[in-house]
């Protein structure tokens, strides 16, 4: 198992199969546009590998503010179906606080849909992570932007 940082278009790519386990609303062109966007705004991907091929992937960004000071964000967090309880998810998480400890960081956050009960269990349990509040949204659109 290693895990790294993607940085090419080529390992984008690489990765959506992966993301799209997670985010099913996009197609391959509409994530690599919206990744363009992001990165230069600190997106970040992070890539566990097990004998060549992406198992598990995190977006991540730090940023800072007022309730949680300096903190690193993780947007999604997947491990493949066929990857799920061998450890993959665990191993990035850790690897993800290591990094937050590195940039001296007070807070690794993320959130969580209602309906992900086991991955509530997971951050719970096997990350250890506290369940604080809940997150609000209001939709603009009615169908998502191409």
């Known amino acids: ?82 990857g799920r309880s061998k450890g993959y998810g665990l191993a990035l998480m850790r690897y993800l606080e290591e990094l937050a400890r590195a940039a001296d960081c007070d807070t690794l956050a993320l959130s969580s849909a209602f309906h992900r009960l086991d991955a509530h269990r997971f951050y719970e349990e096997k990350v250890g992570m506290d369940k604080t509040g809940y997150g609000f949204v209001m939709s603009l659109r009615t169908t998502p932007p191409k």
């Open 1 to 82: 198992m290693q895990i790294r940082e993607l940085t090419t278009d080529d390992e984008f790519r690489g990765a959506f199969e992966v993301m799209r386990e997670l985010r099913t609303h996009l197609d391959e062109s509409t994530y690599m546009a919206l990744l363009e966007e992001m990165r230069p705004r600190g997106y970040r991907l992070i890539a566990v590998e097990d004998e060549g091929r992406i198992v598990a992937l995190a977006g991540i960004g730090f940023g800072v503010n007022l309730y949680y000071l300096h903190y690193l964000w993780v947007y999604e967090l997947i491990t493949t179906e066929t």
